[in-house]
Each structure stands twice: as C-alpha cells, then as structure tokens.
C-alpha cells in the first residue's frame, strides 16, 4: 500500500521465469564428485590392508589376467579421448558429430563392462570369488563398485542422447553432457588407480 492510501503498488515475491545460478550445476557436481572420492578412498585403503590376505587361497598373480586387464584399460582410456571428442563438437553446436562420438564412448564402455564381468564370472567358476578370501572380498568390492559407476555413466548417456535428439543442445543439455563428461574422466583417473594399485601391484612380481 502507498504511503498516501492510494493503490496498492505492484509488488512480485515470486518470480515466475526459469532461473538457474551460472555454474550452479558444476560447482554442485563437483562437490558430488569429491564424496566419491571419500568412497574409492575407503575402498582402497581397504584393499591396501585387506589385499594380501589370502586365507590359504589363490593370490593375485594366481587369478588376475594382466593381458586383459590391458585390454579393458585401454577401452575406457579411449573413452575418454572419444568424450572430449563429443564435448568439442557440443561447443561447436555440431549435433550430429556429437551425437556419433557419444554413441562410441557408450560402446567402449559397454566393451569395458563386458570385459569385466567375464573375468568375474571367471574367477567365480575357478573357485575364486568374493567369499574365498579377505583379498577377493575386497578386490570384487573395489572393481565392482567402479564398474557400478562405469554402468550408471552408460545409462546416463543414454537417457542424454536421447533428450538431445529430442530437444537439442539447448544450454540445460549442454549443462548435462559437462557434468557427465566431468564423471566420465573421474572414473577413468579412478580405473588408472585401480589398474596400478590392484593389477600392477599383484601380478608383476
């Protein structure tokens, strides 16, 4: 109401426009990013003690094929290459050779996958699996957990190729593909530790 009496003054406390903080998302996602880290940081200090406890069973060089562990590497490392890829082309407003370069990155992690779950499977059918010893418990649990993430990032890419094909790389999408790029590379940093810290470590001598 005016000082006078008169009309009431046109007063908004609600403002009905989209609105989204600039790099709101980022900074959000970042913090998300660092809570993981917490998690493979308990997940390989569990292994750093856990990992040479074999319990009378087979030890790491016994079970752990490094010849396709290199294999499965360089599928998620090329993944990563072929997502910066992806993230060039988004930024050029190129959809169509984005869209090509996340339907690679997809496949070579769903080539990671594959990979990986054989050599679970193996090891299960050897005797071998989470329940035989301190060192495979933890060892399942690790690689497991990474490839949990590495699966949700597939399916994640999905769902955003879908929504670009169906609205664009308007600046939400954009926003999205960035943040799953920023998880995309984290994971792989993470499989870098995992490949040294668990491959390297038990099967060279």
């Given amino acids: 109401m005016s000082a006078g009496g008169g009309s009431p003054e046109a007063l908004s406390f609600h ?16 913090v998300y990013l660092m809570s993981d880290c917490l998690i493979f940081a308990c997940l390989f200090a569990a292994y750093g003690v856990l990992g040479r406890e074999f319990a009378g069973g087979p030890t790491a060089a016994e079970v752990l094929e ?12 090329l993944s990563s290459i072929t997502y910066g890829f992806a993230v060039l082309e988004m930024q050029r ?10 339907a ?15 050599e679970f499977a193996h ?9 035989r010893s301190a060192f495979l418990s933890s060892f399942f649990t690790l690689v497991g957990t990474h490839g949990l993430h ?3 990032g597939i399916l994640w890419l999905i769902v955003l190729m879908v929504q670009v094909s169906k609205k664009g790389l308007i600046s939400a999408n954009k926003r999205r593909l960035m ?6 590379h984290f994971l792989d940093l993470v499989w870098v530790g995992v490949f040294s810290f668990v491959y390297l470590m038990g099967v060279l001598p």
């Fill in 93 to 102: 407003d190129r959809q169509n050779p984005m869209m090509v370069w996340l």
């Fill in 179 to 184: 943040c799953l790029s920023m998880f995309w």
């Fill in 123 to 131: 090891l299960i059918s050897i005797g071998a699996g989470p329940q």
């Fill in 66 to 77: 490094l010849p396709t562990v290199a294999v499965n590497t360089t599928l998620l490392l």
């Fill in 15 to 30: 403002v009905a426009a989209d609105y989204h903080p600039e790099n709101g998302t980022l900074l959000g996602f970042w």
């Fill in 150 to 152: 590495v699966s949700s």
């Fill in 104 to 118: 690679v990155t997809g496949l070579l992690g769903a080539g990671f996958i594959t990979l990986e779950l054989r």
